[in-house]
């Protein structure tokens, strides 16, 4: 069973940096994608980006686009999300996550993904 567990986070000031770890316990060929997720109070969890174990290949959301980050370190099998010019609507319960499917086939819905970790709480203050 893959596990995916984040570090990392806590509480920063607008305008400030932060970095999200996600380590994954069995780096399986059949683990194609790796995602990382928000979910803020009273909102659904909204997709943040994604990035390809092979290649690299990136994709993020607008909302984040130009500011944040993911990158990958396939000898350590982790997955970053660097976090910069932070904003208070930032806050949120970040999620790491990790897909099965064809690279192709990986919509920005969770349920389009198949293992996820359990969080870690990113706090941005005013």
């Known amino acids: 069973q893959v596990q995916l567990v984040e570090s990392g986070g806590g509480l920063v000031q607008a305008g400030g940096s932060v970095r999200v770890s996600c380590v994954v316990s069995e780096r399986t060929f059949t683990l194609s994608v790796m995602g990382w997720f928000r979910q803020a109070p009273g909102k659904e969890r909204e997709f943040i980006g994604r990035?390809?174990?092979?290649?690299?290949?990136?994709h993020y959301a607008d909302s984040v686009k130009g500011r944040f980050t993911i990158s990958r370190d396939s000898a350590k099998n982790t997955v970053y999300l660097q976090m910069n010019s932070l904003k208070p609507e930032d806050t949120a319960i970040y999620y790491c996550t990790a897909s099965t499917r064809l690279p192709g086939l990986v919509t920005n819905s969770p349920a389009a993904w198949d293992y996820w970790g359990q969080g870690t709480q990113v706090t941005v203050s005013s």
């Open positions: 990035i390809r174990w092979s290649g690299g290949v990136t």
